[in-house]
């Protein structure tokens, strides 16, 4: 078992930053593939960025590709999403998942409760 919890979410104006972290705990993080996706009201949830084992490998939504960037440091056991240039439409709850793959997962085994972002236009 992995247990994830996600930090760092909060009240932010459009066009700020806002870091989210992911603290995973239960077995081996470093092995795990890690994403992050999110979920706005009335939307469905929605893939926004991966990174596999050993952080060499990332994957974006076109919608956030070249605002977020997903990192992880196996040390600490966390994975980050620095979040800039924010828009209202990025208002949601971030999700943290995990795969027991070391590459690029497209089904996902593991999910924290996520933690809420609200952007202030």
């Known amino acids: 078992q992995v247990q994830l919890v996600e930090s760092g979410g909060g009240l932010v104006q459009a066009g700020g930053s806002v870091r989210l972290s992911c603290a995973a705990s239960?077995?081996?993080?470093?092995?795990?593939?890690m994403g992050w996706f999110r979920q706005a009201p009335g939307k469905e949830r929605e893939f926004v960025a991966a990174?596999?084992?050993?952080?060499?490998?990332?994957s974006y939504a076109d919608s956030v590709k070249g605002r977020f960037t997903i990192s992880r440091d196996n040390a600490k056991n966390t994975v980050y999403l620095q979040m800039n240039r924010l828009k209202p439409e990025d208002m949601a709850v971030y999700y943290c998942?995990?795969?027991?793959?070391?590459?690029?997962?497209?089904?996902?085994?593991?999910w924290g409760k996520g933690t809420l972002v609200t952007v202030s236009s």
């Open positions: 998942a995990a795969a027991g793959v070391p590459y690029i997962a497209t089904v996902w085994d593991y």
């Open positions: 239960g077995r081996t993080f470093s092995g795990y593939s």
């Open positions: 990174i596999t084992w050993n952080g060499i490998i990332t």
